[in-house]
């Protein structure tokens, strides 16, 4: 103000009084120590850089949602890509309800139902390889690498993997995955036995040339 009066009555004025404050800049907050509301916040405003927050944090585990879907890397990358584009475009109907990676994994797994219809018709498989049923039998996946495990998972056939994951893993029942994969509801417990049958055989074969020495872990 009082650079101003002295302009006004032809009194020399420094520079420094004609040059307005700087104002505060907030320090650059890192992305691990955002919360999801600010990342969602951000990202509503239109901000690229929280855009980017939000997808370094989740895209690493969707990539795993993604991989066990689908049938190659180059597949699985392509559900991630069109899964985020649904994110970011859907991302104001989010009503928090439910934790943000839920809430995207779910729709990583629509994005790889929607790669799977595409994908139809599926090339048949030899259905004499393997047993029908189980007979109740348990065996376990805990004690192989997460490559090992997604390669196994992979090597199923489509309609075998989609059907595992979304029972397995996902926790969707058989008339639920009857429904989305427009199969029926025996249909979708016959081939989760038949998947389960096939992913014991290739443990079995892997535990017995680990035993011989053959098994790289």
Request: hydrophobic share 40%.
């Amino acid at each position: 103000m009082n650079g101003l009066r002295g302009l006004l009555a032809g009194t020399p004025v420094s520079s420094e009084a004609l040059t307005p404050p700087t104002p505060a800049v907030r320090p650059l907050i890192p992305s691990s120590q955002l919360s999801e509301a600010e990342l969602i916040d951000g990202c509503l405003a239109g901000s690229r850089l929280m855009q980017k927050y939000l997808y370094e944090r989740f895209a690493g585990r969707m990539m795993a949602v993604c991989l066990r879907y689908a049938q190659t890397t180059f597949e699985a990358e392509d559900v991630l890509q069109e899964g985020f584009i649904t994110v970011f475009r859907n991302l104001s109907s989010f009503r928090r309800e439910c934790p943000l990676e839920f809430w995207i994994r779910r729709i990583m797994v629509n994005a790889a139902l929607r790669q799977h219809r595409r994908n139809a018709p599926l090339v048949a498989v030899s259905e004499g390889e393997y047993p029908e049923e189980l007979a109740g039998e348990e065996f376990t996946l805990s004690n192989y690498g997460f490559e090992d495990l997604m390669n196994m998972v992979q090597e199923l056939a489509p309609r075998y993997r989609m059907v595992f994951n979304l029972f397995a893993i996902e926790g969707y029942g058989h008339k639920e995955i009857g429904e989305m994969l427009g199969i029926s509801e025996g249909t979708s417990k016959s081939q989760y036995s038949r998947a389960r049958a096939i992913l014991k055989s290739k443990v079995e074969r892997l535990d017995a040339q680990s035993k011989h020495g053959h098994f790289r872990s």
